[in-house]
């Protein structure tokens, strides 16, 4: 079974159907990551809808979920979905690179016709993606990301489902996460595995013109990543394509856009520990976070 199949192909799998007493009134928009770099997601998010409430869910006790196989992350991540389901988000997003490249299809064609055919879960890699188009002018493209997105293959599909044409290179950056989450990405010990992973990427295509970003974390490592980028390489960063992706589904899709609050509020849950989390997320948002506590057992 190729990559592509194992996308495509759950239907070895069963959904955790029969969840019932989903609420039908309007909630916040739900915003998931295994861990802190949906953070920067949500960060570009609020500032386009600020007046939207948010949920935002780690699930950092078990993170990360780049490591972990296809069959695990759609496990947890659909978890994750239906519970903020049932805190009433009618609209979830997968700020997570590998949850949208290991779940993400599943769940909107297997799942969310028996759990709630209204409700919508959306990914940050096909907007991703469609930008990328209009930014390389070599058709040659590169894809920093983690162990697990790399091997999904979903980055190349995606872009040759509109371009056949486009190179895709992709080189797996497992260091980076922790390096971000131990706050250690602006020390110069992390200038090592930076360079060492670009130097990768730009050694097996030189031609690359247009750089991806395929982590929530990496946006974090931007400045080190450009030092060691020739001149007028493109980094392309997730955070204000997905914004401007959401705004866009909103405006177009008016009967979810009523079932999403709007008093300005966002509340952060974690299933590890609130404290650690609390000041993890600080260092993303730049701003004192207070977290709570959930349990998916």
């Known amino acids: 079974m190729t990559k ?8 070895n799998f069963k959904s955790p159907l029969g969840v019932e007493g989903f609420s039908e009134l309007p909630g916040p928009i739900g915003i998931f990551d295994s861990g ?19 949920l935002y869910l780690g699930d950092n006790a078990r993170t990360p979920y780049g490591t972990r196989s296809f069959d695990v992350v759609y496990k947890y991540t659909l978890e994750c979905v239906i519970r903020m389901f049932g805190m009433g988000c009618q609209l979830v997003v997968l700020a997570c690179n590998t949850a949208s490249a290991k779940a993400l299809r599943t769940i909107q064609q297997r799942d969310l016709p028996g759990l709630d055919p209204n409700r919508r879960v959306l990914g940050v890699i096909r907007p991703t993606v469609e930008a990328i188009g209009a930014l390389t002018h070599s058709n040659h493209v590169g894809l920093l990301a983690t162990t697990g997105t790399v091997q999904s293959d979903s980055y190349p599909l995606e872009i040759h489902k509109i371009n056949n044409d486009v190179i895709v290179t992709s080189e797996a950056c497992p260091m980076w996460v922790p390096l971000i989450e131990n706050n250690e ?11 060492k992973n670009v130097k990768n990427l730009m050694d097996t295509d030189p031609l690359i013109d247009t750089i991806m970003l395929g982590c929530t974390h990496f946006p974090m490592l931007a400045d080190k990543i450009k030092s060691y980028l020739p001149e007028g390489i493109a980094i392309v960063s997730q955070g204000d394509i997905v914004a401007n992706s959401l705004v866009d589904y909103l ?36 701003e004192d976070i207070q977290a709570e506590h959930i349990d998916l057992g």
């Open 36 to 54: 802190y770099g949906g953070l920067t997601i949500l960060d570009k998010i609020r500032t386009q809808l600020p007046a939207y409430d948010y």
């Open 4 to 11: 592509q199949d194992k996308i495509q192909d759950r239907s």
């Open 251 to 286: 405006n177009r899709h008016p009967e979810m856009d009523a079932l999403c609050t709007k008093m300005g509020t966002t509340r952060y849950f974690t299933t590890e520990s609130v404290a650690k989390f609390s000041a993890s997320a600080s260092i993303f948002l730049n």
């Open 185 to 195: 990405h602006l020390s110069s010990g992390a200038d090592y595995f930076v360079w």
